[in-house]
């Protein structure tokens, strides 16, 4: 999930939040017969005899107005499922461009290569690589899944003195963030790193 759609995902959950607290609010202080009584009375149900008028008065077009908020509140949630999957991917990466011609380069076979260099070392199980950011500010997320038995510093060795400044100097890039997410798992024993 790119941060975009975190950033929905907090105030969508904030919005709802709110309402769930007025609505709430609403119910005890209904409750505890804070209201004037000719308004919402506190014995009688939700849908009291004026609520049932108002239904009858406006029956035609009122149901297609309910009906019509219905779609919409289902295609907001629809939008908000499909944007879930999102990721925050760069596209082709533009090294060079001038005279002599352009050089772009394809940010997938950068990352899986960066993957292989990680994973080459033999207290690393798996790694994976994909680079975010826009074409400005690139930044590249690691994912590495590490022998438990090998020393920490081995793999921050493997990531900081030799994938991450090769991967820098193949985009010819003086700075690239970089985050990376290692997991520990036990290795079998023909990959166990003593």
Known sequence: MNRKT?????????????????????????????????????????????????????DPWLWWVIAAAAIVLALFGLRWLMVQGRRDRLGDFRLESGSAGVTDVD??????????????????????????????????????????SAPMSVIREQLGDRAIPHMRQALDLENMPAVAKVSLEEASPSRRVL
């Open 6 to 58: 975190a950033r929905g995902n907090r105030l969508g959950l904030l919005i709802m939040g709110l309402l769930l607290i007025l609505l709430g609010g609403y119910t005890l202080v209904r409750g505890a017969y804070a209201l004037p009584q000719h308004l919402a009375p506190a014995g009688e149900p939700l849908v009291n005899d004026p609520v049932r008028a108002a239904f009858a008065r406006y």
């Open 107 to 148: 940010t997938t076979t950068v990352a899986n290569a960066m993957a292989d260099e990680i994973g080459a070392h033999p207290a690393v199980l798996s790694a994976s690589a994909s680079m975010t950011g826009s074409r400005a500010h690139p930044a590249v997320r690691l994912r590495v899944v590490a022998d438990e």
